[in-house]
């Protein structure tokens, strides 16, 4: 469907390069290709897609072979699995729900590429909950964001424009006072506002912020602290801050997961849990996790309705089992008896493993080692329709597709494997 | 071809049967007459001495939609748990409920099992009470992937920034009308909810309560404006489904008196009270809590345009999930074991998770448990009251045998009783109450008139052109048991459930209902959508093709004859 703003040669679209998933955009699909109210990140996602070699041909051991060959290898090496690792899983709701049909066939065990930093968070939300909100509240409602250990727009390129810089809102909100506690300080630029306000920097190594974070949370509390420093940082920086949050009618308080490189973070995910949950003692104030991108929210929460687990799972029987550490990636990529690596949105390597690799993914994908098969399929959004959880994880959002392309999709792929594996066990049912 | 179900005892409120015998021609997934020409079926089921029914619907139950997510991603312990439990038993002792190798009674079932856990016993349909417009896309994808059974919803409205200043500005009401209506085709709803009137709204503004008659301290406006204006508005755009409103002020001592006040809040129009046990307390007593049911009851005994599901509690392990969030917010030190979610969520509403504990040994648990089963056997009319438990926030759905058999059983019932804690023993009448449920009155609870009351033209009833989801049961003293393990299921005319076990996987429906009204009010929307919203109004919308994208589902869209 066209919105007013477009011509025919233009289509307006959904971008799924970050977890804002803006559905603004308006692409001019006659070359060269243009795309309005994207950012350099959706741009280069865009320009990547379609730029992608839609000819490229799937391959065995790195010769190229048709579709059904490369199918029947993949399911040779699914068959003789016992213990199958599934892993990357970039993909959206669609190929969610196919991948975990097969993992049911196939008793395997299911990690997302980038759950090191989301299972931070689920730990957190496990352990105690949270308080959270989502894009339009901030957009309506902040009037206070404090961003610890992120500089959100690195990763959300279009955060402040969107939903802080605003100038239209429902309550008549001042533009928002912008904290930062631990972000690189040359990405802090995109905190000044419009009018030129600059934020609030609080420079600080990234290491020290469970202190910091901690420290936050005696203040407010008003525990008596004796140091006058706390990861480096003057305690009276600290206390202003605390004393904005305490002020403020609406403070935000965003973090990434991916961003926090130290070891349990969670532990630190749970105090600023902690510092939200005070703040609602008196006045309101609410947590907003940034997510890590390639449908890691899609893959969860498609996962959780499906087995009644996140991921880190694994299937036995048909039935899920659930357990954040023992079922990553790093854990099983070498003891797993093959592996299935899916990364649809962007061509991600798989890591080197000794055991029978298949590839379903970007058809720009290289690899350091050739894996046992590679099959390309088309990219959701671009190629092919999909179905996409925001960073909010409120909202789902339909992926269009934009080309007409020869490739495969994700669930096409898993559909004709299902069916391969399906006619090879009723083969060996009538053998027997 | 035709199915024959031959000599059962027929329980069909909806054309006054009871218990006559009688046999049903089932083709192509609907009943119909006795075909002039016996030769043309082919198949016969003996159901001599057996009770048939309808297939059941259960009418308000948490079963799509993110709060259920959130559950599931917070308490993975409940399923690992009772996975380990499951290990631990020996599968093939029969239990008071029906347990499988792939068996989940607990309160956070995935969508898969959710479906198997109703069909098994007998329920063919089942409705999300609380579906938030902006989530509406996740609870339709959760609900599509729960097979066995049809599904709908209600969407929720009345915390929603659109609406509240749509009040506060005095629309008329033909404005608020084609607003609601637009939000039912968006949604592909069949009815309205409201949570907690302008209250989930009001806590984003700091706001920690709000009774009936206060106002909203930004929009100035108060819950029984919101209840009056959107009643009306489902009155007149003529769907079936009557308001479904969760009150003011719920699990709070002495909130009776908002629940009684509300039943005036819709001026005489058809209004929907649900769970009704959380919002039935009192505050007399040494403990200040108690049970206000007598009051409840007879002001609904009084009420003939209210109806009421009752949200019974039982006892153990469970999660509250709830668009209340800020009464969940109040309510999270009680959370068992302490963990609890609270969203603000797009100006549109809100969502409060925390798992819960009830025990029959503390005082207020034991006395809400009383308190439920009172509402139950003092309301006179089963036409206007439902078997509920607010899955999962009184208890999980797959606990309803039991709850049938503590409404028919009294010496079952008196029994339970007296395990309960001593003090809440002494400030309840239940066992001064004889009524037992008959057969005929739980099949209008849990089939005729949750049907009628939704609006599904052809769920609910055995009568001809009917859709043909039936479940026939082996009469049995042990009312639990007779209840949890159906002889057969047949949804849409086929057989999916033999003793009690699923032997076909079948995909249900979406039920929708869509009233008539002016496009014209997309036009103001949209604008308020460019201005103010995240996501653009077309993304909002969800179309009949999403809902049948995978091949499996469909809408049926209900047209209200009353």
């Known amino acids: 469907m066209k919105t007013q703003q477009e011509t025919n040669d233009q289509t307006s679209a959904t971008c799924p390069a970050c977890g804002l998933l803006c559905d603004d955009l308006i692409l001019n699909q006659t070359s060269p290709l243009a795309v309005k109210n994207a950012c350099p990140k959706g741009i280069e996602f865009f320009e990547r897609s379609f730029s992608a070699n839609i000819n490229v041909s799937p391959s065995i051991d790195g010769k190229p072979s048709d579709l059904a060959s490369a199918v029947k290898k993949a399911t040779e090496i699914l068959q003789q699995s016992k213990s199958a690792l599934f892993a990357g899983l970039g993909t959206e709701v669609q190929g969610m729900r196919a991948v975990i049909r097969l993992a049911k066939k196939t008793n395997a065990t299911l990690d997302h590429l980038h759950s090191e930093s989301s299972i931070r968070n689920t730990l957190a939300l496990q352990n105690g909950g949270w308080l959270t909100t989502t894009l339009a509240e901030v957009k309506n409602r902040a009037d206070v964001i404090l961003a610890i250990g992120t500089d959100i727009t690195s990763s959300h390129p279009r955060f402040f424009e969107k939903l802080v810089w605003n100038t239209e809102s429902l309550f008549d909100k001042p533009t928002p006072e912008v904290i930062y506690i631990g972000a690189p300080a040359e990405k802090t630029k995109a905190g000044t506002a419009p009018d030129g306000k600059a934020p609030t920097t609080i420079t600080a190594d990234p290491n020290h912020l469970p202190e910091i974070v901690n420290t936050l949370s005696a203040l407010l509390c008003k525990k008596k602290i004796h140091a006058q420093t706390a990861g480096s940082v003057a305690l009276s920086e600290l206390v202003s801050v605390v004393e904005k949050l305490k002020n403020a009618k609406y403070a935000v308080i965003v973090w990434s997961a991916s961003s926090f490189k130290f070891s349990h973070a969670e532990l630190t995910i749970q105090s600023i849990v902690q510092l939200i949950n005070q703040l609602n003692e008196t006045t309101r104030a609410a947590g907003l996790p940034l997510n890590s991108g390639d449908g890691d929210y899609s893959v969860n929460n498609a996962s959780a309705w499906l087995s009644g687990y996140p991921t880190r799972s694994r299937f036995k029987n048909g039935r899920a089992d659930y357990d954040s550490f023992h079922f990553s990636t790093k854990k099983q990529h070498n003891i797993a008896d093959a592996l299935l690596w899916i990364s649809t949105f962007n061509p991600h390597e798989p890591p080197i493993s000794h055991c029978p690799t298949i590839v379903i993914g970007h058809p720009d994908t290289k690899f350091e080692r050739t894996p046992d098969v590679f099959i390309p399929v088309g990219i959701p959004g671009v190629d092919h329709t999909g179905l996409m959880f925001r960073m909010d994880s409120s909202i789902t959002l339909p992926l269009k597709a934009l080309q007409e392309t020869q490739l495969p999709s994700l669930g096409e792929v898993i559909k004709q494997l299902e069916t391969a594996l399906s006619n090879t066990q009723a083969a060996k049912v009538k053998t027997a | 071809?035709?199915?024959?179900?031959?000599?059962?005892?027929?329980?069909?409120?909806?054309?006054?049967?009871?218990?006559?015998?009688?046999?049903?021609?089932?083709?192509?997934?609907?009943?119909?007459?006795?075909?002039?020409?016996?030769?043309?079926?082919?198949?016969?089921?003996?159901?001599?001495?057996?009770?048939?029914?309808?297939?059941?619907?259960?009418?308000?139950?948490?079963?799509?939609?993110?709060?259920?997510?959130?559950?599931?991603?917070?308490?993975?312990?409940?399923?690992?748990?009772?996975?380990?439990?499951?290990?631990?038993?020996?599968?093939?002792?029969?239990?008071?409920?029906?347990?499988?190798?792939?068996?989940?009674?607990?309160?956070?079932?995935?969508?898969?099992?959710?479906?198997?856990?109703?069909?098994?016993?007998?329920?063919?349909?089942?409705?999300?009470?609380?579906?938030?417009?902006?989530?509406?896309?996740?609870?339709?994808?959760?609900?599509?992937?729960?097979?066995?059974?049809?599904?709908?919803?209600?969407?929720?409205?009345?915390?929603?920034?659109?609406?509240?200043?749509?009040?506060?500005?005095?629309?008329?009401?033909?404005?608020?009308?084609?607003?609601?209506?637009?939000?039912?085709?968006?949604?592909?709803?069949?009815?309205?909810?409201?949570?907690?009137?302008?209250?989930?709204?009001?806590?984003?503004?700091?706001?920690?309560?709000?009774?009936?008659?206060?106002?909203?301290?930004?929009?100035?406006?108060?819950?029984?404006?919101?209840?009056?204006?959107?009643?009306?508005?489902?009155?007149?755009?003529?769907?079936?489904?009557?308001?479904?409103?969760?009150?003011?002020?719920?699990?709070?001592?002495?909130?009776?008196?908002?629940?009684?006040?509300?039943?005036?809040?819709?001026?005489?129009?058809?209004?929907?009270?649900?769970?009704?046990?959380?919002?039935?307390?009192?505050?007399?007593?040494?403990?200040?809590?108690?049970?206000?049911?007598?009051?409840?009851?007879?002001?609904?005994?009084?009420?003939?345009?209210?109806?009421?599901?009752?949200?019974?509690?039982?006892?153990?392990?469970?999660?509250?999930?709830?668009?209340?969030?800020?009464?969940?917010?109040?309510?999270?030190?009680?959370?068992?074991?302490?963990?609890?979610?609270?969203?603000?969520?797009?100006?549109?509403?809100?969502?409060?998770?925390?798992?819960?504990?009830?025990?029959?040994?503390?005082?207020?648990?034991?006395?809400?448990?009383?308190?439920?089963?009172?509402?139950?056997?003092?309301?006179?009319?089963?036409?206007?009251?439902?078997?509920?438990?607010?899955?999962?926030?009184?208890?999980?759905?797959?606990?309803?045998?039991?709850?049938?058999?503590?409404?028919?059983?009294?010496?079952?019932?008196?029994?339970?009783?007296?395990?309960?804690?001593?003090?809440?023993?002494?400030?309840?009448?239940?066992?001064?109450?004889?009524?037992?449920?008959?057969?005929?009155?739980?099949?209008?609870?849990?089939?005729?008139?949750?049907?009628?009351?939704?609006?599904?033209?052809?769920?609910?009833?055995?009568?001809?052109?009917?859709?043909?989801?039936?479940?026939?049961?082996?009469?049995?003293?042990?009312?639990?048991?007779?209840?949890?393990?159906?002889?057969?299921?047949?949804?849409?005319?086929?057989?999916?459930?033999?003793?009690?076990?699923?032997?076909?996987?079948?995909?249900?429906?979406?039920?929708?209902?869509?009233?008539?009204?002016?496009?014209?009010?997309?036009?103001?929307?949209?604008?308020?959508?460019?201005?103010?919203q995240t996501m653009q109004l077309d993304n909002f919308k969800i179309s009949d093709a999403e809902i049948g994208d995978d091949g499996r589902n469909h809408v049926i869209t209900n047209v209200h004859k009353g």
């Open chain 2, 1 to 532: 071809m035709i199915t024959l179900l031959k000599n059962g005892r027929i329980y069909d409120p909806a054309h006054q049967k009871n218990g006559v015998i009688e046999d049903i021609y089932l083709y192509q997934g609907r009943i119909i007459p006795k075909p002039v020409d016996d030769a043309k079926i082919s198949q016969i089921y003996d159901l001599t001495g057996k009770v048939v029914m309808a297939g059941a619907i259960d009418m308000h139950s948490h079963i799509g939609g993110g709060k259920m997510n959130i559950a599931r991603m917070m308490l993975p312990e409940y399923q690992q748990q009772y996975q380990q439990a499951q290990a631990i038993k020996n599968l093939t002792e029969p239990e008071a409920h029906i347990c499988t190798p792939h068996c989940s009674h607990h309160a956070v079932p995935s969508a898969t099992d959710t479906g198997f856990r109703y069909i098994e016993m007998g329920y063919t349909a089942a409705f999300e009470p609380a579906i938030m417009p902006v989530n509406a896309r996740q609870a339709h994808l959760e609900m599509g992937d729960t097979p066995m059974i049809d599904k709908g919803g209600y969407a929720m409205l009345g915390s929603d920034d659109y609406f509240l200043r749509m009040l506060t500005a005095n629309r008329d009401q033909k404005a608020i009308n084609d607003y609601v209506a637009w939000i039912l085709h968006a949604t592909q709803a069949i009815g309205i909810k409201v949570v907690n009137p302008g209250g989930i709204s009001a806590f984003k503004f700091n706001q920690r309560r709000l009774d009936l008659d206060e106002n909203h301290s930004h929009y100035q406006v108060s819950p029984r404006a919101v209840l009056k204006s959107l009643s009306r508005a489902v009155h007149e755009l003529g769907i079936a489904k009557p308001l479904h409103v969760h009150c003011n002020n719920l699990g709070a001592a002495g909130n009776f008196e908002t629940t009684l006040n509300t039943m005036s809040a819709s001026e005489g129009l058809p209004m929907h009270l649900t769970h009704i046990q959380f919002h039935s307390y009192g505050t007399e007593g040494d403990k200040k809590f108690s049970s206000a049911a007598a009051q409840i009851a007879e002001a609904l005994n009084k009420n003939k345009h209210i109806t009421t599901d009752v949200g019974q509690i039982l006892f153990g392990q469970t999660v509250t999930a709830s668009g209340d969030s800020m009464m969940q917010h109040l309510n999270a030190k009680h959370a068992n074991p302490k963990k609890s979610v609270i969203m603000d969520i797009e100006c549109d509403a809100g969502c409060g998770v925390l798992p819960f504990k009830y025990r029959d040994q503390n005082y207020v648990n034991a006395l809400q448990w009383a308190i439920g089963l009172e509402i139950f056997l003092s309301v006179e009319d089963p036409w206007r009251i439902f078997l509920t438990t607010d899955h999962p926030n009184g208890a999980p759905f797959t606990s309803y045998p039991h709850l049938i058999r503590l409404l028919m059983d009294k010496t079952f019932r008196n029994e339970h009783f007296a395990r309960l804690n001593l003090d809440a023993q002494a400030m309840s009448n239940l066992t001064s109450i004889e009524r037992e449920y008959s057969l005929y009155e739980i099949a209008i609870m849990t089939r005729a008139g949750a049907g009628k009351l939704i609006g599904l033209n052809d769920c609910g009833h055995l009568g001809l052109g009917a859709q043909a989801d039936i479940t026939v049961y082996t009469d049995q003293t042990d009312r639990e048991a007779m209840f949890s393990k159906p002889d057969y299921v047949f949804k849409n005319g086929e057989l999916v459930v033999k003793n009690g076990q699923v032997v076909k996987v079948v995909w249900g429906a979406t039920h929708t209902a869509k009233p008539a009204f002016d496009i014209g009010v997309e036009k103001d929307l949209k604008d308020y959508f460019n201005r103010y």
